[in-house]
């Protein structure tokens, strides 16, 4: 940053930060009657479109378990514990804020650690294994964490090859197969989905590979597939708790301030036949179950 030319108003510059170049201009004064320059097309002829400086790619970081997208969606919207593992600090917290991002625009409310290290405090809680574990996402490289971590209900072990040229077609592994440090690739856990698979938006995003889609397009139809699949979840819920909401009329500034209903979670889990998910997306499953989970963790 100490290398940024100094700001002029009316000038694009481009600023370099972290690997990324940012494009920004001063507004100028209107009143001098200026028009600023332009800036040369081939100047940004290599440059990679990024929505913002803080996203990451989802679909190269989630290119090689892509088959279980919607299983950890699931996970997530928990706040089930998970681990990542992989060979490189940059890898694992891109994947960490990857599966963070999953459940936008619902606030992911439970704790995550895109890079954990022995050395951080919580490093005796989270490998101890005579208590219960607490709802993070850790991003580890550390090899003795393949050892000190198995005991993790949910495991997403990522190769040296980063991205890989195509999906990886590993099936589940059941988490207590993850004892030698050269464990294979894959996601290693035990949980049964509750939702049916939507083979569609493997199909479309596999077709993309074939076709040689952009990168930026596939994250886009992949971020899109999630934020339905999300406001799905939650329309439900807030269908409900406009239920709950005072009548107009018994609101008034002569009036003391009326109390919200009582959510209750069986008379919501009543509606479901009626105004569920279904309404809304055409994926199936228990989704009674997934709410029950939800009311149990932070998200909720």
């Known amino acids: 940053?100490?290398?940024?030319?100094?700001?002029?108003?009316?000038?694009t510059v481009v600023l370099p930060l972290n690997g990324v170049l940012l494009q920004a201009r001063l507004p100028?004064?209107?009143?001098?009657?200026?028009?600023?320059?332009?800036?040369?097309?081939?100047?940004?002829?290599?440059a990679i479109p990024v929505p913002s400086v803080h996203e990451v790619d989802i679909f190269r970081c989630f290119l090689p378990i892509l088959p279980h997208v919607q299983l950890l969606w699931e996970l997530v919207i928990v706040t089930e514990p998970?681990?990542?593992?992989?060979?490189?600090?940059?890898?694992?917290?891109?994947?960490v804020q990857a599966l963070v991002s999953m459940i936008w625009p619902l606030r992911y409310c439970a704790d995550y650690r895109p890079f954990f290290t022995i050395h951080d405090s919580e490093f005796k809680e989270y490998t101890s294994t005579n208590q219960a574990l607490p709802s993070v996402i850790l991003g580890v490289t550390n090899p003795f964490f393949a050892k000190t971590l198995q005991h993790w209900p949910h495991i997403i072990r990522i190769g040296d090859e980063f991205p890989p040229n195509s999906p990886q077609r590993h099936k589940i592994k059941k988490a207590s197969n993850l004892r030698t440090l050269d464990s294979k690739p894959g996601l290693y856990t035990q949980y049964k989905p509750l939702l049916q698979k939507d083979k569609l938006l493997l199909k479309k995003l596999l077709k993309g590979i074939q076709t040689k889609?952009?990168?930026?397009?596939?994250?886009?139809?992949?971020?899109?597939?999630?934020?339905e699949l999300t406001q799905s979840f939650m329309i439900p819920l807030e269908r409900y708790m406009a239920s709950l909401m005072p009548l107009q009329r018994n609101i008034s500034p002569y009036k003391g301030?009326?109390?919200?209903?009582?959510?209750?979670?069986?008379?919501?889990?009543?509606?479901?036949?009626?105004?569920?998910?279904?309404?809304?997306?055409?994926?199936?499953?228990?989704?009674?179950a997934l709410y029950r989970k939800f009311f149990r963790c932070s998200n909720f």
């Open 257 to 288: 301030t009326p109390s919200l209903g009582p959510f209750k979670p069986d008379d919501f889990l009543r509606t479901l036949e009626n105004a569920g998910p279904q309404l809304t997306t055409g994926i199936k499953g228990d989704w009674a």
């Open 1 to 11: 940053m100490d290398q940024w030319p100094p700001p002029v108003p009316g000038q």
């Open 28 to 46: 100028v004064d209107r009143t001098t009657g200026t028009s600023p320059p332009q800036s040369s097309p081939s100047q940004f002829r290599n």
């Open 82 to 95: 998970i681990v990542v593992m992989a060979s490189s600090p940059s890898v694992c917290s891109e994947m």
């Open 213 to 227: 889609r952009p990168s930026e397009v596939q994250s886009a139809l992949l971020k899109r597939y999630l934020l």
